[in-house]
């Protein structure tokens, strides 16, 4: 019988379901909103609903299936399946979410993971890390997740809350992060973080053509950052290059960490184009060492929305093998 | 016949060798200055001589040697067996150490390794790090060196150079570090660079008891500078302090990368005693994030300078397997 492996990205707004061969190739997408903000009955039930969606627009049936890749926000018990804290999802916290999921869909082995991790895998297994050994994913959204490969493998760590470098400190003493940290490298240079520091500027009284924009629209987003400072705006131009000076010094710390040979960006930001990857270089190559010379590749994601998904996906099959 | 394995521990001013049993026992060891200031040649034969003698005094001659392992310091071509830039042996840069000292010992496999890697390696095999799987280990002297230990293994980065912990940038912009970059803790941290603060803080004017030791002996060691702390001096504790957080919110950041059960410091500043380990743990706890209660122990080595000789047989023997 042939094996079908599912990949489920489980995000605060959609549920995002991949079907995929033993090789990994796309069979069928199916997604739905999450309802985060009901019970987690309701929550569960969209996820075994969209799955057995997935598996029969692929003309295939649960039986096909030996395993599913689930891929959540953090942090959380990964060993134990249950998610411990993750702000968006907030009725899931401490519900046993693997076991509940399984039980709906008969028995299933579930592998449970982080949605960073996930997309890591996915860039890793099928985009921008392929035939890469060691590779470090940032995605930039609201904050900004990450994932290690070192030599293949994923970087999980003893209780699966390894590879949380948006959370490490790039700026003692500085802006509070919603963890609870000051100086968190998400603090700054999250998408979210960086329209919220632009927020901030202005209603600290800062010139700026992005004035007109929260005035009109109510808020500013990291877009209207970026297409300012592309137009030149100033301020704009200052908030962006502190971003992604923000996101070379990570660059620089974890090279020096697990020595990667590749270092990938993802996430709503990217779409920022050149402005963001030339810059990230720019400052890289200023605040690097001089002891030797390094070869690291910084780069962009190439599997877009999908990334989740696949890594989910190649997850179970990993797992099931 | 009976397997002896050597660990070679090369510093800049002394060469320590150990000679263990196969369940890593110490059976001899032996020293010898280093003349890091003479030719590669030079340097080289007291490596091998000093390991030839340590075979004797074991009572084994070099028959009974599988592997010998060899920590050394770095930047390295580890892959290679070449020191690259390592700025207290610069007569050994870019030299074939590894080829030309198996040569010298009748073509022996020879391990080699960084020498804080290696150091690390002997708190996890034989001290501190006894029974853990997830470790990462800080030795503070001139430098800062680092090792790391992920699910019972060296992490060791494709090309060796992995676990530089001491050249992430914790003050962006901040104190020039002797590899080139801005604000790395080691610029900071190091017992080296605590020494420097201080004199810094006295030539810039400011009110010490410290003053008084740097006019009478013409400079100011680390150790000078947490006896005065003890004392009560409020710039000493300010300047101890300043280590303490830096050291602190490198193992926030480095928690946040591997997930450490364990962080282990080495080197001649834990001789500071508790007035250095209770503000680590101090800071540690003021700086990491409120989401989920961190369980991370942090303590202070316990092989003193066998560390090294004992990670590096622990290579060879791992090697030779």
Known sequence: MSKIFI???LGATYIKVG????NLKLLAKTSAPTQAEKEPDV?????????????????????????????????????????????????????????????????KT???????????????TAGAGKGVEDMVFFTLGTGIGSGIIINGKLLTGPAGNAAELGHTIIYPNGRLCTCGQKGCAEAYASAANTAKRATD???????????????????????????HSKAGDE????????TAETLAILCVNVLHTTEPRLIV??????????ILLSRIKYFFDKHIWNLKEESVKICFAALGEDAGIIGAAALAKANFK
């Open 265 to 274: 960006f993802a996430g709503g930001m990217i779409a920022a184009g050149d």
């Open 110 to 124: 579930i592998v449970f993971e982080n949605d960073a991790n996930v997309a890591c895998l996915g860039e890793f």
């Open 7 to 9: 990949g489920v990205d």
């Open 201 to 227: 500027a202005i209603e600290a009284g800062e010139k700026t053509s992005l004035k007109k924009t929260l005035v009109e629209k109510g808020r500013i987003t990291c877009k209207d950052v970026y297409d």
């Open 235 to 242: 301020l704009a131009k200052k908030i962006t290059d502190e």
């Open 43 to 107: 929550i569960i039930d969209n996820i075994a609903r969209v799955v057995v969606q997935c598996v029969t627009k692929a003309d295939f049936s649960m039986t096909n299936v030996p395993a599913i890749g689930l891929g959540c926000p953090g942090p959380a018990k990964y060993k134990k399946g249950i998610i411990e804290a993750a702000p968006n999802l907030p009725t899931l916290n401490n519900v046993p979410i693997r076991q509940i999921l399984s039980d709906r869909l008969g028995a």
């Open 19 to 22: 079907c995929f061969d033993s």
